[in-house]
């Protein structure tokens, strides 16, 4: 199944990671495990983003596929995802992700095998409210 206008479909219900999150998430594995990159398209709902996160043994790049989503550092003030944008986040940097309040949004994942994630605290909602 695809959503408005999206490339690829959305996946299975991301239920393993559904407590980092605030509503829900999609997932579709794009490449076959024990490749040298792993690449993801993650979908959220409108209004979901996930918790405040670091990422272990790799960078990881997000390019957004379809939608509005939104994704902050650390530090930095919020920035917008459209379809095209392409981020990389260093490792070990505290960041968040997710769709904007009145669309659907769709990025792809990209990280090393072997990665890991670190969950934190969720995003303080009312800097996610002014975002609207």
């Known amino acids: 199944m695809k959503v408005g206008g999206a490339v690829f479909p959305i996946g299975v219900d991301n239920v393993a990671y559904a407590k980092y999150f605030t509503g829900q998430t999609y997932l579709a594995p794009l490449t076959p495990a024990g490749v040298s990159v792993g690449v993801s398209n993650v979908t959220f709902a409108p209004g979901v983003i996930n918790h405040w996160h670091t990422h272990q043994k790799s960078c990881q790049v997000l390019v957004g596929v379809s939608g509005k989503g939104y994704y902050q550092i650390w530090g930095e003030e919020p920035k917008e995802i459209l379809p095209g944008t392409t981020v990389t986040i260093p490792e070990n940097v505290k960041h968040w ?20 994630t670190t969950w934190m605290e969720p995003v303080d909602p009312a800097v996610y409210a002014k975002l609207k």
């Open 97 to 116: 992700h997710g769709g904007s309040h009145e669309s659907w949004f769709q990025h792809l994942s990209i990280m090393s095998p072997g990665a890991g």
